[in-house]
């Protein structure tokens, strides 16, 4: 077994029409999967479609487009904290409100929003929403969505199943996994009422101080990514839900968040072709429903300085023209920053629409946002053809996903859909071939029941994501006293103060061994301090980095380093099996790891891993 210090190389009214079911069922009148994009899949039927275009209003046109948010765990009887914030933000009581008022044609579910209580209050929640929506003149199903990438982003958490991140996904490498994965969370989602996903993550992460992608993305290998972007999009639509490749043209080499800030990517066209465009490529090739624009500027493709969101070039020349791709375009969120720098809100979703986008996600004000386009429209800027077209593609996908036949689900379903025992147990074992062993000098690892029995865990309590239990302290010496250890938690915190870090070095000198959870380490950092101060007391130390793998190169005294690539309770679950013994390792590294002394030098290259 080598050395950790050991430079390795890098590798490189329409209501009459639709059929008010009630099953939950994914299959179409012709036994055949809405979302199914293999040879023969059924097609939308484009002359019903245009006959319901035709008949719609100009403001119902105008609201189809809007995706939107909105506060409450009932479609008609929200909290009164939910009426009030939805009164201040949107100026409506409820979901019901919402759609009478502005005719939206999406609705998208968040935590903070309060959509997601528990997976039956989702369905009955959907099921309002669509009620409300089809009791309409000329009434149209919602298409309703959610961000549930699994790992650190999540807006379903438990009793639901929770897969590893992608980048975790990313380190099993397994086209497979990422298929199993997408049909199950597909189905799962489709028996809440959820029919769109924005997930998978297409950007190829090769920015290691990239702040919001991440782990979020399969890793820094193009290839590699988007093969697992192809089997997660393959496996959503097998069941019936839209998967969405997001963020296009590439939001992975960026040192800025673009919820707060206008990054910039300096990639030429060849490296774009190279690197960024071909996860979203396989995500075409694979049938993908949706795609999400990204608020970046992108010189190498449009030397505006608008955003990619407003960018017609980036759009409608490269994604529709270059790429070929004729599904369904959604905005990121337009309350963010990234898409506001430039102009005001007013302009913001008529650039959009005018660019090539076809769903306007979340506007900061929908009655600023929705009178803008409304306005457009009527001022010749925008012309109801180019309404229809959107509006034609965004039908197309609700008709694919059976929604114009089908828009309710049954209620009874949930508990026999989601988070059921073979899909949890499934999710486990994805996740035991993602965990990864970046050191292990001496053989440390696995801990020995035995020679090791009495564990100390302490480390970072991130947030927990996902609605998951936590704190991952917790999580990791909960499972390993099941595995037949005596261990305990003592959380330290992200930034640990001199007393906690004496505290916990205190503790570890009466334990066999300690397990430290790490979150993005930086040099110097409390977290860094913590790990050597206990390291210096002789016993023995096992990190486990709970977020970004990169951690490694700042702890360069540990004996025994694994990556974990997230702090949900089955990628912390299957760490611990790891450090048990009770599995092998088997994760590789989808990214480098840089030296922490020489950024240019590689530590790890990508498809570094260690077993036993």
């Given amino acids: 077994m080598s050395s950790r210090r050991t430079v390795l190389t890098a590798t490189a009214g329409v209501t009459a029409g639709l059929a008010v079911g009630t099953g939950a069922s994914a299959l179409g009148s012709d036994g055949k999967n809405p979302g199914d994009k293999r040879p023969g899949a059924k097609r939308p039927d484009d002359k019903r479609l245009r006959a319901i275009v035709s008949r719609m209003t100009i403001e119902e046109k105008v609201g ?3 995706v939107m948010r909105v506060y409450g765990h009932s479609a008609t009887d929200p909290d009164q904290a939910d009426i009030d914030a939805n009164l201040k933000e949107i100026g409506v009581r409820t979901a019901a409100e919402l759609i009478a008022k502005y005719r939206v044609g999406g609705i998208i579910y968040f935590t903070w929003t309060h959509n997601t209580r528990d997976p039956r209050q989702i369905a009955e929640l959907s099921n309002g929403i669509q009620r409300a929506s089809l009791t309409q003149p000329r009434g149209l199903p919602v298409l309703i969505s959610t961000d549930q990438e699994h790992g650190a982003v999540c807006r379903i958490g438990k009793p639901a199943t929770l897969f590893p991140g992608a980048m975790a996904m990313g380190a099993g490498g397994s086209p497979a996994d990422a298929r199993t994965l997408g049909r199950i969370s597909g189905a799962e989602l489709r028996a809440m009422g959820i029919r769109q996903d924005y997930s998978p993550d297409a950007d190829v992460n090769v920015n290691p101080a990239n702040p919001i992608i991440g782990v979020r993305s399969f890793g820094a290998g193009p290839e590699a990514a988007g093969a697992l972007v192809a089997a997660e999009v393959q496996g959503y639509q097998e ?6 490749a997001k963020h296009f043209p590439g939001h992975g080499d960026t040192a800025v968040d673009s919820h707060t800030g206008f990054p910039v990517i300096t990639h030429s066209r060849e490296l774009w072709e190279k690197l960024d465009a071909v996860p979203f490529r ?20 449009d030397g505006s300085g608008d955003p990619a969101t407003l960018s017609h070039p980036v759009l409608t020349g490269i994604l529709r023209g270059e790429l070929g791709y004729d599904g369904v375009v959604v905005t990121d969120s337009l309350g963010m920053e990234g898409v506001r720098t430039k102009y005001g809100d007013d302009r913001v979703p008529v650039l959009a629409l005018k660019a090539g986008a076809d769903q306007l996600l979340d506007p900061p004000t929908l009655d600023v946002a929705w009178n803008a386009v409304l306005k457009a429209v009527r001022d010749g800027e925008l012309t109801e053809a180019r309404l229809d077209e959107s509006i034609l593609r ?38 035991e071939r993602t965990t990864t062993l970046l050191v292990n000098e001496g053989g440390l690892l696995p801990l020995s029941r035995r020679t090791h029995r009495t564990v100390l865990v302490v480390g970072a309590d991130p947030d927990s994501p996902s609605g998951t239990t936590g704190p991952p302290t917790g999580v990791l010496a909960a499972a390993l ?14 930034a640990p103060s001199p007393a906690t870090v004496d505290q916990a070095v205190a503790a570890a000198r009466s334990a066999d061994a300690v397990v430290v959870g790490t979150y993005n380490v930086t040099a110097g950092s409390g977290q860094q301090r913590l790990v050597e101060r206990l390291v210096a007391t002789g016993v023995p130390v096992v990190a486990v980095a709970v977020r970004n793998p990169y951690d490694v190169a700042q702890l360069p005294s540990v004996k025994a380093c694994l990556a974990a690539y997230s702090w949900t309770d089955v990628e912390l679950r299957a760490a611990a099996r790891v450090i048990a013994g009770e599995v092998a390792p088997r994760g590789r590294l989808p990214v480098p790891v840089q030296r922490a002394d020489d950024p240019a030098r590689v530590l790890y290259p990508i498809g570094h891993g260690l077993t036993y």
């Fill in 394 to 431: 965004i039908l197309r996908l609700k008709s694919r996903l059976g929604l114009l036949d089908r828009p309710y689900v049954d209620t009874k379903d949930v508990g026999r859909v989601v988070g059921t025992a073979r899909h949890l147990a499934a999710a486990d074992r994805i996740a």
């Fill in 282 to 301: 396989a995500a075409i090739e694979a049938g993908i429903d949706s795609v999400m624009t990204a608020h970046i500027q992108f010189p190498a493709l």
């Fill in 481 to 494: 006293t099941e595995l037949g250890f005596t261990a305990t938690a003592l959380p330290t915190g992200t």
């Fill in 239 to 244: 069941a019936g839900v839209a998967a969405t």
């Fill in 64 to 66: 189809q487009l809007f």
